[in-house]
């Protein structure tokens, strides 16, 4: 089994009237986030965030504004999550990724990872998501698209 690196991307997406794109986790119905995803062995940042924008949404983030944010996270993984890691690994860190796209698009989920995808308001977008950092990202979304 290959472990997961513990480098993650989230990629907050959003149009210019501040709706945010939120999927609902296969895993864990009810909980609700942006894109996320690992970084693979020798990706960049940047890559891994498109990549798992594309995977996630059928979404090209190369069509759009990916914009590095320059905000990384460390948090502690959670417990059911770890076995996806290496031995003892329980933090990771991640690299926060806005994408403004210039409305509401159509989304593909890969069903495998979530249930459903929804286009909502900034702020209802920030009491859904269930993780801090995600929460945190979407609160500063109007200060950065000032």
């Not at 894109?35 to 960049?44: A, I, R």
């Not at 959670?78 to 329980?90: K, L």
Request: hydrophobic letters at 40%.
């Amino acid at each position: 089994m290959t472990h997961k690196i513990p480098v993650s991307t989230m990629v907050v997406i959003y149009t210019p009237a501040l709706e945010v794109l939120l999927l609902e986790r296969a895993d864990h119905p009810r909980f609700w986030q942006s894109v996320t995803g690992s970084q693979d062995e020798g990706e960049s940042l940047a890559a891994t965030a498109a990549r798992e924008v594309m995977e996630e949404t059928g979404i090209d983030a190369r069509r759009y504004a990916l914009e590095d944010w320059n905000l990384q996270n460390v948090y502690e993984i959670y417990p059911v999550w770890r076995h996806r890691y290496a031995p003892g690994v329980t933090h990771n860190t991640e690299h926060v990724f806005g994408l403004c796209v210039p409305e509401r698009l159509p989304v593909r989920v890969e069903p495998r990872e979530h249930l459903a995808a929804e286009w909502v308001p900034w702020r209802e977008a920030a009491e859904r998501v269930f993780s801090w950092s995600n929460r945190k990202a979407i609160l500063a979304l109007p200060g950065r698209n000032a």
